[in-house]
């Protein structure tokens, strides 16, 4: 089956340091890959994603790279923010499993950002 | 442009009591899903559909039962809640074509006592 490992936190950084948040996966096929973020007390929303290997997802100073050798989709932010503290989730969905629209989710890494 | 749309925000049951957290979408959108979100296990299917009419179990679907009678709304039902049934709920609706970008609620916050 499908699965997404997520480097444990939480990850507490200070304003304007290098953020790196590792995931993993396994799929039957060839998945498309997703961040989503949680605000406090908000739903999920898509931060980036990246549909075959060697894409680049980016988004408001956030990058992950679809690496096939490696299985891996880590998200990188060169400068954080106060405002960038929140849970980010990695996640797959893998047309092979009978849906594209399925998503499998990671644990989620909760990043606190202080100032 | 409303989104998804879940009710209620926060809700208390005692155990055995039974519910419909609701959820609506204005998009139009043909796949909806329900997942839950407990501390260090990320989201987990609980239930989804891929339009009106049609549903099916997804990861942990005991103790739910979901309905689909119109593309806009897809509430589900706890039977008969159970303390494992504490965590919070989010709706999600999904564009039909190709993985693309699920669309989140708010969330439901249950407590079962």
């Known amino acids: 089956g499908n699965s997404v490992t997520q480097m444990e936190g939480p990850v507490t950084l200070s304003e304007e340091a290098f953020l790196t948040i590792n995931c993993t996966y396994t799929a039957t096929g060839y998945p498309s890959l997703f961040w989503y973020v949680q605000y406090p007390g908000e739903g999920l929303q898509l931060l980036l994603k990246a549909t075959k290997a060697d894409d680049k997802g980016s988004n408001k100073g956030f990058e992950a790279t679809y690496r096939k050798e490696t299985t891996s989709f880590h998200l990188e932010k060169g400068s954080v923010q106060v405002s960038d503290s929140a849970v980010y989730f990695c996640a797959l969905s893998d047309p092979s499993s009978g849906s594209a629209r399925q998503l499998t989710f990671g644990s989620g890494t909760q990043l606190t950002v202080l100032p | 442009n409303a989104g998804v749309t879940q009710t209620p925000k926060f809700q208390v049951l005692k155990t055995g009591q039974s519910m419909t957290l609701q959820c609506a979408q204005d998009m139009n959108h043909e796949y909806m899903s329900w997942y839950r979100q407990d501390p260090g296990m990320g989201l987990r299917l609980i239930h989804y559909?891929?339009?009106?009419?049609?549903?099916d179990q997804g990861e942990v679907p005991n103790g739910y039962n979901v309905s689909r009678s119109t593309t806009e709304d897809f509430p589900l039902r706890l039977l008969s809640a159970a303390p494992s049934q504490t965590s919070v709920y989010f709706c999600a609706s999904t564009v039909r074509t190709g993985a693309t970008e699920a669309f989140f609620g708010q969330g439901t916050r249950l407590t079962v006592v």
């Open positions: 559909s891929v339009g009106a009419g049609i549903t």
